[in-house]
């Protein structure tokens, strides 16, 4: 185990107590098991609540095993924590850790870049240089703004409009 190790482990417990919490993980580090489309993500994130069914979510000193849904089929996935860069709280915000030194190093570049660090000063051991890239700006577009139609809507109206199916449903 890394000596990071008992620190995520008790700040992602202390998370867990709250509720939701949502782990950052290299997905391509030795010891990572998740399903096979997501083995080659650099930056995984995945939700973790004891309130999960089934309920078999373990943290110990290798790290992190539980069996989640993914498109619904269920998969045990297990972390150990040499993979996981970051812990997020999703009930309390201020509950948020991250760990710079065990980032994929394209992640870290991407965020000195971001940032507007020059790609010249982001120093990274073994990977090639980034080179900065213009940033899209949003603007308004002018256009004709419709106004409203005059008087009342046109149709039936002696008959009560027919109801509409929602666009929600229930997953369970």
């Known amino acids: 185990m890394d000596t990071k190790g008992p620190d995520k482990k008790e700040r992602l417990l202390e998370a867990l107590e709250q509720g939701m919490v949502m782990i950052h993980l290299d997905a391509r580090r030795p010891g990572v098991l998740v399903p096979a489309h997501l083995r080659s993500e650099s930056h ?5 609540s004891y309130r999960f069914d089934p ?6 000193d290798w790290g992190i095993r539980s069996t989640l849904s ?3 089929t269920r998969f045990t996935i297990a972390v150990p924590w ?21 980032m994929p190093p394209e992640l870290v570049q991407q965020t000195m870049v971001t940032s507007k660090v020059p790609a010249q000063e982001v ?9 900065a890239r213009p940033r899209a700006v949003l603007r308004e577009v002018p256009g004709e703004k419709e106004a409203p139609p005059e ?3 046109e149709g039936p109206r002696d008959e009560p409009p027919t109801p509409r199916k929602g666009h929600l449903r229930l997953v369970k």
């Open 123 to 131: 120093v990274a051991p073994s990977a090639p240089p980034v080179e």
């Open 70 to 72: 993914f498109s619904g």
């Open 82 to 102: 040499s993979a996981l860069f970051a812990i997020a709280s999703h009930v309390t915000k201020e509950l948020f850790w991250m760990y710079p030194d065990d």
């Open 44 to 48: 995984l994130r995945l939700n973790l």
């Open 151 to 153: 008087g009342p809507p």
């Open 55 to 60: 309920q078999d979510l373990s943290v110990n």
